[in-house]
Structure formats: C-alpha cells, structure tokens
C-alpha cells in the first residue's frame, strides 16, 4: 500500500491530525538515540518517501528538508548516551518520543508508533504499528528525521573523537568499531551498559 493511502484510512475516520512517531539509534555502543514526531497535511504527497533505511544518504538529506517545510509539524528529541546508561534503551527511546510529541506545536488526535509498543507516558490517542517506516507516510518523515538528525550528531563526533571513525558507522557495533575501543579504550558517547562495551571492559581489567 502506497504510504499517504494508509494514512488517509485514518483521516477517513474523520481524525484530523495524524503524528508518525520514529526513533533512530537504538542499537549502537555509542552516542545518543534520536526520535521525531510529524504531522502531515492530510491530502500531501511527498515522491520517494519512505523507510529511513531503505533511502541513500544523499535521498534522506533532500527528503530532511521538504519534510520540514511541507508538515504541519514536526519535533525531534535527542537523549544522551549518560541518560541511556541510566534508565536503560528502551526506556531512553520511550522518553526522547514521548518529549517529541509533546513538543509538536499541534496536538495529535492520534499517534502510529513505529514498532510493537505503545509508549506509557504519551498521553494522547497512540497505536504501535510493526513495520511502520515502511507502511506509514507520517511513521517514514518521522524515521527520516530522527536518521538525518542522529548522523550529523555522529559526524559532529567523529570529529571530536576520529579514531573511532564515527563517520563509517555512526556507533553501531562494526568490526572496526570493536578494534578501535580494543585500541584506545571508550570515549565519553560510549554506552557503557552495553554487552559488548561491559565485556571488553571487564576483559580489560582482567589483562591488567
């Protein structure tokens, strides 16, 4: 099904603005996870949209653009890599999407949340819809920002931090990634309550 079909069955129902809800970042060893919330005009259609991860890098960057200039609204909201570590991913995903519906300056009647789970503290009407990015226009502008925006953050780091080579991989758990924390150890954007960072640092420990 054509994405902006799925979303006018809901605006069918006489709803009147839609919010697709999307996170970036769940599963790297570093950096922060990003989410975004967007509101679309109910009779717009945007060529090429679709899943964040289905686009290039160049197509994701174009379509970054229109998505802001054409939605209603939109929020993106970004928690940190120390936040992370304290309340655990999945609640770091729930909050950075729960603060950016709450910050879309035009309240939903109903949000589609990509993946399985509702999100606890979102207040307003919500269903989780699996495979989301892929089915809904609002769910895929949402996915799209929530990437762009988490891979410039990424960008921005791998400069402060360039033996990590951020820029290849944006954090996630690549073989060089894992040769360059064997190499120089962690760095500050690095999640320390994830397997593979606990377990090289307690590998660490016991070489020493």
């Known amino acids: 099904m054509d994405p902006f079909s799925f979303d006018k069955e809901f605006y069918d129902k006489g709803l009147r603005f839609i919010a697709g809800i999307d996170e970036a970042g769940r599963g790297p ?14 009779d717009i259609k945007i060529p090429d949209l679709n899943d964040s991860k289905q686009l290039s890098e160049k197509k994701r960057e174009e379509l970054f653009d229109v998505i802001r200039e054409k939605g209603l609204a939109y929020s993106i909201e970004i928690i940190d890599n120390n936040i992370i570590d304290q309340i655990n991913i999945l609640q770091a995903t729930f909050l950075a999407m729960s603060k950016a519906v709450s910050n879309l300056k035009i309240k939903p009647d109903l949000c589609l949340i990509d993946g399985n789970h509702k999100v606890p503290s979102i207040t307003f009407a919500q269903s989780a819809i699996v495979s989301g990015d892929a089915k809904s226009a609002c769910i895929a502008a949402a996915s799209i920002l929530a990437k762009v925006t988490r891979d410039r953050l990424m960008y921005d780091y791998a400069k402060q931090y360039p033996v990590y080579k951020f820029e290849k991989h944006k954090g996630y758990c690549t073989r060089k990634h894992i040769e360059a924390i064997k190499q120089h150890g962690i760095c500050p954007i690095h999640r320390l309550t994830f397997a593979p960072i606990r377990e090289m640092l307690l590998q660490m420990k016991l070489d020493i």
């Open 29 to 42: 060893l570093a950096g922060p996870v990003a989410a975004a919330a967007v509101i679309f005009p109910k």
